[in-house]
Nanobody, 124 residues
Framework: QVQLVESGGGLVQTGGSLRLSCAPSGGTFSINLMAWFRQGPGKEREFAAGIRWSGGMNYYGDSAKGRFTISKDHAKNTVYLQMNHLKPEDTAVYYC?????????????????WGQGTQVTVSS
């Protein structure tokens, strides 16, 4: 059973940066893709960025393009989401997710494994 543990959330001012981390454990051989989703207050969960576990093409949601970067440290088996130029509308709980099938997807229903979420708050 894959377990995902996120870290790195917090409070930041508008224009600031944060880096979120996600470290999978327990059966990482079954992971094909990993992603970050976010859910703001009163909003539906939204895809932010995805990456193939073995490396390769990254893909981004519209809200993340140009400001967020997803990456993976293969030595540490950790996926990161670097978030720059943060805005108050980026305030959300950010979730790390993983899926076993290889097809790219921005739908949260495609992902089998989820972390507990980490809060990101951007003050104006």
């Amino acid at each position: 059973q894959v377990q995902l543990v996120e870290s790195g959330g917090g409070l930041v001012q508008t224009g600031g940066s944060l880096r979120l981390s996600c470290a999978p454990s327990g059966g990482t051989f079954s992971i094909n893709l990993m992603a970050w989703f976010r859910q703001g207050p009163g909003k539906e969960r939204e895809f932010a960025a995805g990456i193939r576990w073995s490396g390769g093409m990254n893909y981004y949601g519209d809200s993340a393009k140009g400001r967020f970067t997803i990456s993976k440290d293969h030595a540490k088996n950790t996926v990161y989401l670097q978030m720059n130029h943060l805005k108050p509308e980026d305030t959300a709980v950010y979730y790390c997710a993983a899926k076993g099938t290889p097809n790219y997807s921005t739908s949260d229903r495609s992902y089998e494994y989820w972390g507990q979420g980490t809060q990101v708050t951007v003050s104006s």
